[in-house]
T-cell receptor, first 115, second 112 residues
Framework: AQKVTQAQTEISVVEKEDVTLDCVYE???????LFWYKQPPSGELVFLIR??????QNEISGRYSWNFQKSTSSFNFTITASQVVDSAVYFC????????????FGKGTKLSVIP | KAGVTQTPRYLIKTRGQQVTLSCSPI?????VSWYQQTPGQGLQFLFE???????NKGNFPGRFSGRQFSNSRSEMNVSTLELGDSALYLC???????????FGQGTRLTVV
């Protein structure tokens, strides 16, 4: 069975601070895909990034960066110089893609950026 | 390019009734998945359809059903509604060849 753990339920930071959201996953599959989604109050899950299990390169996109480490089964997400618009619930998710793209989600981390 | 469209956005139903939710995927996407989101259980997978066939099903009772049409649009139905079915129901669409799922804004169902 697959499992995603986001140990941080809620985080509050002051604007312009950096913040890291943790994600730890469990899977027996050798091929899998990891995702981060952002859920603003409107409810829609906004796709942020996908990472394949065979590609451990870290990625940076503007103020966002992701650190994927297979050795520790972690896929952490860092927001640099946080802004109020970053306030949302962030979900980490996992799928094996083997015959189905069913996503297993973590419980989410609610990020509040205080001006 | 239009995103995933879910209708209606909000619904209030009475216990025992049934409800149908609709999802129009992104043009060209052939896979549609449904998820239920509640404060207690988080995001849980309901089912996945590809080319009108159910490819996978989550651990939900038979009261929850779905289908996909030839134009990839999908509907899910919940019969004999219970108070615990109150949730945000999210639909996601994917290309046939890739695992990225793009979500709609969801239908918020309230059962009273």
């Amino acid at each position: 069975a697959q499992k995603v753990t986001q140990a941080q339920t809620e985080i509050s930071v002051v604007e312009k601070e950096d913040v890291t959201l943790d994600c730890v996953y469990e899977t027996r599959d050798t091929t899998y895909y990891l995702f981060w989604y952002k859920q603003p109050p409107s409810g829609e899950l906004v796709f942020l990034i996908r990472r394949n299990s065979f590609d451990e390169q870290n990625e940076i996109s503007g103020r966002y960066s992701w650190n994927f480490q297979k050795s520790t089964s972690s896929f952490n997400f860092t927001i640099t110089a946080s802004q109020v618009v970053d306030s949302a619930v962030y979900f980490c998710a996992l799928t094996s893609g083997a015959g189905s793209y069913q996503l297993t989600f973590g419980k989410g981390t609610k990020l509040s950026v205080i001006p | 390019k239009a995103g995933v469209t879910q209708t209606p956005r909000y619904l209030i139903k009475t216990r025992g009734q049934q409800v149908t939710l609709s999802c129009s995927p992104i043009s060209g996407h052939r896979s549609v998945s449904w998820y239920q989101q509640t404060p207690g259980q988080g995001l849980q997978f309901l089912f996945e359809y590809f080319s009108e066939t159910q490819r996978n099903k989550g651990n939900f009772p038979g009261r929850f059903s779905g289908r996909q049409f030839s134009n990839s649009r999908s509907e899910m139905n919940v019969s004999t509604l219970e108070l615990g079915d109150s949730a945000l129901y999210l639909c996601a669409s994917s290309l046939a060849a890739g695992p990225e799922a793009f979500f709609g804004q969801g239908t918020r169902l309230t059962v009273v």
